[in-house]
């Protein structure tokens, strides 16, 4: 029930402010089911993957979404995914969190001075 409460909350967040993945799954998994760092992260992947698809349709269904850009941002994501998940793999649980948390925080910082 959980993780069903986790994908209602991330696929509104996701719909209304185009954040997910690492701003509300990872953070609830780690949070709310104690997973670790490594597996929020893979499972948000996949969990993202899925949702992006249900966005992707209903946007372009209203005719808001333009491929070439789509494109010209989503294959160099890929490639920094890879990256990522490769470097991921090599560092401790907690290295992930510290990192990740000082993310959110400069994130967080650069919007209210925004």
């Known amino acids: 029930m959980r993780l069903v409460l986790i994908g209602l909350v991330a696929g509104f967040f996701s719909a209304l402010f185009g954040v997910g993945g690492g701003t509300v799954i ?34 372009a269904l ?8 789509a494109a010209l941002v989503g294959l160099p994501a890929a490639a920094g995914a890879f990256g990522g998940t490769s470097l991921q793999q090599r560092l401790r649980t907690r290295t992930i969190e510290l990192l990740f948390a000082v993310l959110l925080v400069g994130l967080a910082i650069w919007l209210f001075v925004k």
């Open 62 to 69: 209203h005719g808001d979404v333009n491929v070439k850009y």
């Open 26 to 59: 990872v953070p609830l998994l780690l949070l709310v089911c104690r997973w670790r760092a490594h597996n929020a992260a893979a499972t948000s992947l996949a969990a993202i993957g899925i949702t992006a698809l249900s966005g992707v349709i209903t946007y």
